[in-house]
């Protein structure tokens, strides 16, 4: 069966970096679209970040642009989130989603536990 587990989530201070991974098995990691989405304490889901199946396209959410990189490592079925100069508003659950389709639809019909970034002084 598809699974998708992030690691790599934590404290840090304002300023700070962290790496998220997600581990995925279970399908053709590398004939899918991922993304990253993120939701806050008492909000809604939110869309970070998509890479295309070969990793050459990527896209960011204007909250992040500039401050987080997503890549994939097909060999290694691992979808990666760079995240630098962490705001405290970066505060959520960080979770990776499988496009629906080979040929993208923008729908995500897996998605992973998260895990918990948390930017504080």
């Known amino acids: 069966e598809v699974q998708l587990v992030e690691s790599g989530g934590g404290l840090v201070q304002p300023g700070g970096s962290l790496r998220l991974s997600c581990a995925t098995s279970?399908?053709?990691?590398?004939?899918?679209?991922m993304s990253w989405v993120r939701q806050a304490p008492g909000k809604g889901p939110e869309w970070v970040s998509a890479?295309?199946?070969?990793?050459?396209?990527?896209y960011y959410a204007d909250s992040v642009k500039g401050r987080f990189t997503i890549s994939r490592d097909n060999a290694k079925n691992t979808l990666y989130l760079q995240m630098n100069s962490l705001k405290p508003e970066d505060t959520a659950v960080y979770s990776c989603?499988?496009?629906?389709?080979?040929?993208?639809?923008?729908?995500?019909?897996?998605w992973g536990q998260g895990t918990q970034v948390t930017v504080s002084s």
């Open positions: 279970g399908f053709t990691f590398g004939n899918y679209d």
């Open positions: 989603a499988k496009d629906r389709e080979a040929t993208p639809v923008h729908e995500y019909d897996y």
């Open positions: 890479i295309n199946s070969g990793g050459g396209s990527t």
